[in-house]
């Protein structure tokens, strides 16, 4: 996470997260997508991105939220860091 920090001026839009106690970055590129950066190990990093085209849902308005959600999902499925 140390390096995507330090490049954190590169993004025009970016705010600093933690998910699941993970700390992270949200990157809105553009605006329906959104892009997530969260650390899992001192050396590796979950980069998830996600693109809402069609507001549906209510959860879906927020985009960089509901990547949040989603992130959630996937650290809980992937085994402890080693």
């Known amino acids: ?3 995507v920090y ?4 590169d993004f025009s839009n970016s705010e600093k997260t933690s998910v699941n106690g ?3 970055l949200r990157v809105e590129k553009f605006s329906k997508t959104c892009g997530l950066y969260v650390g899992t190990s ?3 990093l979950l980069l998830v991105d996600v693109a809402v ?3 549906v849902k209510p959860e879906y308005r ?3 939220a509901f990547i949040e959600k989603v992130a959630g999902m ?3 499925n992937l085994p ?3």
């Not at 330090?6 to 001026?9: C, D, E, I, V």
């Open 1 to 3: 996470m140390a390096a």
């Open 6 to 9: 330090a490049h954190r001026k």
């Open 22 to 24: 993970h700390p992270g």
């Open 42 to 44: 001192d050396t590796q």
């Open 53 to 55: 085209l069609r507001d």
């Open 62 to 64: 927020d985009h960089c």
């Open 74 to 76: 996937v650290l809980s």
């Open 80 to 82: 402890p860091a080693s």
